[in-house]
């Protein structure tokens, strides 16, 4: 052996355990640092383990069945998708439409009807309900009143049923414009109608009549199952729903609300559910507000006190509420796993005996979630706030007992140990911060230079964004540590930085558990994954030999790796098609950055530190940093990280035809002007169409009129329209915008009444389905009375808003106002009153035609005609 190729002993630290290095290898007391490819050999196994294993079962879907399995008493999935062609045929559904009064309603009669020619007559009996639904109620600040709104019921009854429990499944056949909801919510509607043509069918028995609602108005700012709940004969009996809706198209169904707080609701779910996809994170994420949808799920909790499940389509959001929202993206073993699903909920739900009488049952939150689609884990949330503190309070002690074992077994005083430790600690968080800081910093940085969303397409770029920065910020701190301090061997420091990773994990779900959320949970199963491993390695020797306590380490890791990052896969494949309808004022890339952090530390936080082992462990840094500066690269500076992509990753663009025209006190004009008002979706707003080059000459915001004017003086559509009002955009044009009608607004009658400081204004109003009403005062005006509801007067501040629609009933609206006015001076000036009025139906006039066709193909534009009439009286 020639001097080159000698090996240099060293004494051994540890009893038993002989150590060396090549000559000119790095040397530390002690210890041999394994191979340079073993790091990069960690980070490769653990990214294949992910693209192997973890995406392939996220997307997994069953076998979707034929009719040739019909005899079986199973959901057939074929029957379904046959259903789905004729729904989407029929296009859009907009409430008001032929499409979804007449032809979706007519189609829906007869698929019922047909399912009730084959229904077990001897068991079952089968009620089709057409309801008309009229009322009003309070919303988002807002008053939402419907008028001849429609609601296909359906009634299944066992013959030899005495409950008076129904359970009830809901779903929406209406759409938004431009959309032929396929997706949202025709996946759920003909998998309802596949269920109960299923169980009507079959002589599988149960105990609680099944009612089937099919609602026509939920986009609608969710008025038809209110319009249920409120009114509706069968409706007092409901005392648990399962409801169903969409954010997406084509995947698993994600359970995301249950409840409110009964527990045995989720024991349902794992009796009845067949392809388990839940957790609670997804519930109090939904219930933050942060996404940026509703359901009706929501109404009946509030208008009618059920407790339930709710469901909903969530992956591919990104042709949700767009043209793109067909059967195409929709594959038929999609169906087959919502349909497997629903069958088994329906079947467990009406069969439950905690509905005879739900106030005898256990009330409390639940902790949930499935593992990996393969298993569902639940338990109360008082067991999971005792688990969450045993947890962490074990790891504090097995590390602890374990600092007092390095200390022995390596000659050193403990306190110099404990020292040690303390010091490790304040470097793991740091560690932690920079994980977290380095991508936000990154979301900072490109959303500054206007490149925010350059993931929205292609969603590989999170990796290099904010997955990479992550672990660097996490690694970087004790690589700079392990090459100053040498007080024990290097395999005894790699332990410590383990451990006061560990630690800061420990500290953060005891705060956060203390805080109250349910999604500590999280936290605590990645912890008892290396309280495990750390106890076996007390108990035997191996935390004494070297390397030797990483082997039982890396094997246990792959439970939270997978878990952990299934789990925020998740939230990043449904979140991310929602940032490209979050709003110009919000920074998306913080939230994706921030939730991509947090995964990226629970799934690799104590495999990324074993690189330290390496004696050339700074090239997976580097490799780190040089992947992140490519990613960055890429997404400002190439077509990769341009967000938006034809018919996949569309850019929204919501706008309206407008022609507004204010009439003074006197009757006179002041005002008649046309153009485009549009309400930008997502961070990125115009820029795309103007480096499009799509002529909007003469573009302005709206910060001058939302001051000066009544609701900006703009038909402002629905809720979201005026909660966005400010960052609207105006575009105006010479030609008036061309509208189907006009509203009229007719004044009936003005009475000062005798003796009193009051005046009352009774009006007639003809407008279009889709209708606004904004009231407001003046100064010394009150409004003390009107015919719409009485409460919304004493929660809200002027301007008043009334949301009105109506579906089969275009009856004109009569209303009356009475107002207050303390000098009794009614000849003056008192209220303005804003007549929104939308045509939803019409495409609008050749040069808005023409405006819509100039849209770049990565977009999509929704928008239609409006009018907006401002009054004063």
């Avoid at 660097?472 to 100053?484: D, E, V």
């Avoid at 000459?697 to 709206?702: A, K």
Wanted: net charge negative; aromatic share 12%.
């Amino acid at each position: 052996m020639g001097d080159k190729d000698k090996l240099i002993l060293d004494e051994p630290v540890e009893e038993g355990v002989k150590t060396y290095s090549k000559k000119h290898g790095k040397k530390h007391k002690g210890y041999l640092q394994v191979p340079w490819y073993f790091a990069g050999g960690i980070v490769l196994f653990w990214g294949l383990l992910f693209v192997g294993v973890v995406k392939p079962l996220f997307y997994r879907l069953p076998e979707p069945l034929t009719v040739e399995d019909a005899s079986k008493g199973v959901f057939i999935a074929e029957r379904a998708r046959a259903n789905l062609y004729d729904f989407q045929a029929i296009g859009t559904k907009v409430v008001g439409s032929d499409g979804n009064e007449h032809k979706t309603v007519e189609f829906l009669l007869k698929e019922l009807n047909l399912i009730k020619d084959n229904i077990q007559e001897d068991l079952f009996d089968m009620e089709i309900d057409l309801q008309h639904a009229y009322g009003a109620y309070v919303k988002w600040n807002l008053v939402n009143m419907y008028q001849g709104i429609q609601n296909v019921v359906v009634k299944l009854t066992p013959k030899a049923s005495t409950s008076e429990n129904y359970i009830l499944v809901n779903s929406h056949f209406d759409s938004q414009p431009t959309s032929p909801s396929t997706g949202d919510d025709g996946h759920m509607v003909v998998s309802i109608l596949e269920v109960l043509r299923v169980i009507s069918s079959s002589r599988v028995p149960f105990e609680h009549p099944i009612i089937f609602l099919i609602n026509g108005s939920e986009e609608n700012s969710l008025q038809a199952s209110h319009g249920f709940i409120a009114y509706h004969k069968w409706a007092k009996n409901c005392k648990a729903v399962i409801n169903l809706d969409a954010a997406g198209s084509g995947g698993r169904e994600l359970m995301f609300q249950s409840g409110p707080n009964y527990p045995w609701l989720v024991k349902i779910y794992k009796e009845g559910a067949k392809h388990y996809f839940s957790t609670t994170m997804a519930e109090e994420i939904f219930q933050t507000g942060l996404v940026p949808s509703y359901t009706d799920f929501d109404i009946f909790v509030e208008y009618g006190n059920l407790i339930g499940l709710d469901i909903g389509q969530c992956i591919n959001g990104f042709v949700y509420h767009t043209k793109y929202d067909r059967i195409d993206v929709i594959p038929t073993a999609a169906l087959q796993n919502t349909g497997d699903n629903l069958l088994g909920l329906v079947r467990t739900l009406s069969n439950a005996t905690e509905l005879r009488d739900i106030s005898a049952n256990p009330t409390g939150n639940t902790i949930f979630f499935d593992v990996l689609g393969l298993y569902l884990i639940s338990y109360s949330a008082d067991v999971g706030v005792k688990l969450n503190y045993a947890v962490a309070a074990a790891t504090i002690i097995l590390i602890y007992l374990s600092v007092l074992r390095i200390a022995e077994k390596s000659n050193v005083d403990s306190e110099q140990i404990q020292s040690n430790f303390i010091l490790v600690l304040v470097v793991q968080i740091i560690a932690f911060v920079l994980a977290v800081a380095l991508p936000l910093l990154v979301a900072y940085g490109l959303d500054k230079y206007g490149l925010s969303l350059s993931y929205f397409a292609t969603p590989s770029l999170l990796v290099g964004l904010y997955v990479c920065p992550s672990l660097l910020g996490l690694t970087l701190p004790s690589y700079i540590y392990l090459k100053l301090k040498n007080t024990v061997s290097f395999a005894q420091q790699v332990q410590l930085i383990l451990h006061g990773h560990a630690a800061v994990v420990a500290i953060l779900c005891i705060a956060i558990n203390y805080y109250g959320l349910r999604t500590t949970y999280v936290i605590t199963w990645t912890l008892v994954f290396y309280v495990i491993p750390l106890a076996f390695n007390l108990i035997t020797t191996l935390h004494d030999r070297g390397y030797s306590w990483t082997g039982i380490l890396k094997v246990i890791q792959v439970a939270p790796f997978m878990y952990n990052s299934y789990l925020f896969y998740c939230f990043i494949v449904i979140l991310t098609p929602m940032m490209g309808r979050f709003g110009v004022d919000t920074n998306p890339d913080l939230y994706i950055g921030g939730l991509t952090a947090l995964g990226a530390i629970l799934s690799m936080g104590f495999l990324i530190l074993l690189v330290n082992m390496s004696r050339r462990s700074g090239l997976v840094l580097f490799g780190l940093l040089a992947v992140a500066a490519a990613s960055v690269y890429i997404a400002s500076s190439t077509d990769i990280g341009f967000p938006y992509r034809p018919k996949t990753n569309v850019q929204r663009v919501p706008y309206l035809q407008v022609r507004r025209v204010f009439y003074e006190y006197d009757g006179t004009v002041s005002k008649d002007e046309s153009g485009y008002l549009f309400n930008f979706q997502d961070r990125r707003g115009v820029t795309p169409l103007l480096e499009s080059n799509v002529d909007l000459t003469g573009l302005v915001n709206m910060t001058s009129d939302c001051a000066k004017y009544m609701m900006c003086g703009m038909p402002l559509y629905d809720h979201r329209w005026v909660e966005a009002m400010e960052y609207t955009m105006w575009l105006p044009r010479k030609n008036p915008v061309w509208t189907p009608a006009e509203p009229i607004l007719t004044l009936l009658n003005k009475t000062i009444q005798a003796d009193s400081n009051t005046v009352r204004f009774e009006f007639e109003l003809q407008s279009p389905d889709h209708t606004s009403i904004f009231i407001q005062p003046y100064e010394d005006v009150t409004v003390s009375s009107w015919s719409f509801l009485a409460e919304y007067l004493t929660t809200n501040s002027p301007p008043y808003h009334i949301y009105y629609s109506f579906g089969i009933d275009d009856t004109p609206l009569r209303f009356y106002i009475e107002l207050k006015k303390l000098n009794r001076d009614f000849t003056v000036p008192l209220f303005q009153l804003g007549v929104s009025a939308q045509y939803m139906h019409v495409d609008g006039d050749e040069e808005a035609i023409r405006m819509a066709k100039s849209i770049p193909d990565y977009a999509v534009s929704i928008q239609w005609p409006a009018m907006y009439k401002k009054y004063i009286f």
